[in-house]
């Protein structure tokens, strides 16, 4: 008893000293932790530079696609809203600019030519390479892209430290620009074209537009100077999608992961149900016709199971059967008169006769051969 109480006190005195222990060791800290982006945050890049801009005092929308209708820069359903362009708005097309549908490009640079600026970007390296067709918007300004020439181009902000850009854009050469950023010779990054009363800003990438790098204030002072043409005198119109590609390009190249595992199920369900070349299993034994062994296996399989007895009575019968065609005298007779009839015709002892006849017990597998043995002998002798 004391031993136990002892072991009672002796717990209740370590978990005081590590109560101790812990409340004389533990801080409490603050640490922040950046939270994935939510809402609009999530799936708009030029997210931050709309709030920005409204921040300003410039009133700016964003939204996926042009939707431009008529000349007069109606939106497509007819309603006038954030898709109606004014003579003095902005809008900057993130994307690929050969996204954008056939039907809009002469509208957008109608738009321009009535005092509109446009800012677009070069395609993508890592967009598939095609040759761009006379009717996309690049080719209607006079644009030329130089493929594979991703370089970087050294950028100075005052205050700042040294800073590059375009790293990831393709270069490209202007007819008769107004500003250019680059040379002529390895291609320019940027290019400020006149087309009537607007102007048109290209560029080899917008990425230092988007929410993770316009923190930065050399990204901030370059937004800035490419939205200068307008700024203040209309609305910034932030397009972040020119047009959705088709619904199969999409499944295609962002749609794998789910269509890939299912196509190599289907083709390994396929490989499974076709026919297969060569057997798997050994070759089944022919068939076999012997009457002999039918009738063997038959009699093996009665006599494994206790049925000797219609086996035997078998036998009999067909001794039976044989003796009315041979002798009906002696087969119309019964008990000893019978077997004293069969012993004189075959030359056998009416008891020997007598026990053929008789079925053997269950259990007497001798006794059973030695009838039906006998049994086929006074049969053959008949």
């Not at 000797?308 to 041979?326: M, N």
């Not at 119309?332 to 007598?354: N, W």
Request: proline letters at 7%; one cysteine or more; charged letters at 25%.
């Amino acid at each position: 008893m004391l031993r136990r109480i002892g072991l009672i006190v002796l717990g209740m005195l370590l978990v005081a000293l590590f109560v101790a222990w812990w409340l004389h060791t533990y801080e409490r800290v603050e640490r922040e932790v950046d939270l994935p982006p939510r809402g609009e945050a999530g799936y708009n890049p030029l997210y931050a530079l709309k709030l920005a801009l409204r921040a300003d005092g410039i009133d700016a929308v964003s939204r996926q696609r042009l939707r431009l209708g008529d000349g007069d820069g109606v939106p497509a359903d007819g309603r006038p809203g954030a898709g109606a362009l004014g003579d003095r708005d902005t809008v900057l097309l993130l994307g690929d600019p050969r996204t954008l549908p056939a039907a809009e490009v002469a509208p957008l640079l109608a738009w321009v030519g009535r005092g509109g600026h446009l800012v677009v970007r070069t395609p993508p390296p890592r967009a598939r390479a095609t040759t761009l067709r006379d009717w996309e918007l690049l080719p209607q300004l006079g644009i030329e892209v130089e493929p594979g020439s991703a370089r970087c181009e050294g950028m100075q902000v005052e205050d700042q430290p040294p800073h590059v850009e375009f790293c990831h854009g393709q270069r490209f050469f202007a007819d008769d620009p107004q500003l250019i950023w680059g040379d002529y010779d390895a291609g320019l990054v940027f290019a400020r074209l006149a087309r009537g009363a607007g102007s048109v800003d290209v560029l080899a990438d917008l990425d230092f537009l988007e929410n993770a790098q316009l923190r930065e204030p050399a990204h901030a002072t370059l937004a800035r100077q490419v939205l200068a043409p307008n700024y203040g005198a209309g609305r910034v119109h932030l397009i972040y999608a020119a047009s959705v590609p088709p619904l199969w390009q999409l499944l295609l190249t962002r749609g794998w992961m789910a269509w890939g595992p299912l196509l190599l199920a289907l083709l390994a369900w396929l490989w499974m149900r076709t026919r297969r070349f060569g057997p798997l299993l050994p070759t089944p034994q022919p068939a076999r016709r012997a009457l002999l062994e039918h009738v063997q296996a038959a009699g093996e399989h009665l006599l494994r199971y206790g049925r000797g007895a219609q086996l035997h009575a078998a036998v009999r019968d067909a001794f039976l059967a044989r003796l009315r065609r041979r002798d009906p005298f002696a087969a119309a007779l019964e008990g000893d008169a019978r077997a004293e009839a069969i012993a004189v015709r075959l030359g056998m002892s009416p008891a020997d006769v007598r026990q053929a006849l008789q079925s053997p017990a269950s259990d007497d597998a001798g006794g059973l051969r030695q009838r039906i043995a006998r049994l086929i002998q006074m049969r053959n002798n008949l």
